[in-house]
């Protein structure tokens, strides 16, 4: 069995989501997935192409480290082209679960559980008062979500509503202002009185703080007891995520921005 082509194609939800397709000459195809990889992944996918053609299928890790360290100096560690691998990789797997008849699982070991938590990404934002966090939450429950995640840091998103920009004193200062640091406090105060004890709540921070603001705003949310504080300060500066998580009992968490075994 020989890889015939590789296909992209671009769907829109929340963002842009971009898939992969691999077709071999013996009509079995694999599909995979590529997140946040923009028209970055789709160019680097139709470049590496031609590469991959007339290969094994089977060799998915051999494919995935030839493609790599072949372009060690264009990224080769983290970014867009980690990205655009990633999607191949998992076609690769698709590809050959499906060529094997077994689910990809039982070909990276096995699996250990038959069902995982999952929570809800829940769209709140700065200036909502308690009724209208309070629908979304409620909505979120209803549905038999028992935890929810919301977006803690001021203008992550303004889907839905005009912006209010006075609430955001400097979108590239990394250290807090009082009221940023309050406004934060009120939606976590108001978004676990309305999940009531029976409903997880994390936040996430998207890398938008620096040491001293993501301390103060971790050990303010201690009370809450969270189920974790996500990426309060950039990923890739293990030093200061060291710091902050050792200065709180707020759990923190990171990996989203991690790539390749070794991030982790």
């Known amino acids: 069995m020989k890889i015939t082509s590789i296909k992209t194609a671009a769907t829109r939800g929340h963002g842009m989501h971009l898939w992969v397709k691999i077709e071999t000459d013996a009509g ?15 160019a680097i996918i139709g470049y590496l192409a031609p590469k991959l053609e007339g290969r094994d299928p089977f060799a998915v890790d051999a494919i995935f480290e030839d493609m790599r360290r072949s372009h060690v100096f264009d990224g080769g560690n ?45 769209q709140v934002e700065p200036g909502m008062d308690f009724d209208e966090i309070k629908q979304v939450v409620e909505g979120v429950v209803e549905k038999g979500f028992t935890a929810l995640k919301i977006d803690l840091d001021i203008g992550a998103y303004t889907t839905g509503r005009q912006f ?9 200062n990394y250290t807090a202002s009082e009221r940023e640091h309050e406004i934060m406090l009120q939606m976590i105060d108001m978004v676990t009185e309305a999940a009531g004890p029976n409903v997880s709540v994390a936040a996430d921070v ?19 007891h969270l189920m974790w504080l996500e990426e309060p300060v950039p990923a890739e500066n293990v030093d200061a995520m060291r710091t902050v998580t050792q200065s709180t009992t707020t759990p923190i968490c990171s990996g989203e921005n991690l790539y390749l075994r070794h991030g982790f």
């Open 28 to 42: 079995v195809t694999g599909i995979g997935e590529c997140v946040h990889g923009g028209m970055q992944a789709i």
């Open 78 to 122: 983290a970014g867009a082209l980690i990205t655009a691998l990633t999607g191949i990789e998992i076609a690769l797997w698709d590809l050959k679960g499906k060529a094997l008849g077994v689910p990809v699982v039982e070909l990276l070991g096995g699996k250990f559980r038959d069902q995982i938590r999952v929570y809800a990404d829940c």
């Open 164 to 172: 209010d920009r006075s609430l955001l004193r400097d979108r590239f």
């Open 206 to 224: 998207h890398t938008r703080l620096d040491v001293p603001s993501a301390i103060r705003l971790a050990r303010d949310l201690e009370p809450y």
